[in-house]
């Protein structure tokens, strides 16, 4: 990973927004957010969002589409007989 990404450093260093953009195939509004961001927060990184967290986590989802998929499977069966 370091030396894809120090390739990528040293073929973007002292390029345009524009070239950038080209190089990457990405708009140059990508390019230019990705800048942004990197320069006020020192990362790209996705950071927290505000908001209300979910009340389910993806592994209670997916028990649940589990628990919900056997059930119409055991009615189905049922009505058949």
Do not use: Y
């Amino acid at each position: 990973m370091q030396i894809v990404s120090t390739n990528i450093c040293e073929r973007l260093c002292n390029k345009c927004i524009c070239e950038i953009s080209l190089l990457l195939n990405i708009p140059w509004s990508t390019v230019s957010d990705i800048i942004t961001k990197w320069k006020q927060l020192g990362k790209t990184a996705t950071q927290p969002q505000s908001g209300r967290p979910r009340k389910m986590t993806e592994w209670i989802q997916h028990k649940l589409k589990c628990a919900v998929h056997s059930f119409v499977e055991v009615a189905n069966c049922l009505q058949s007989q």
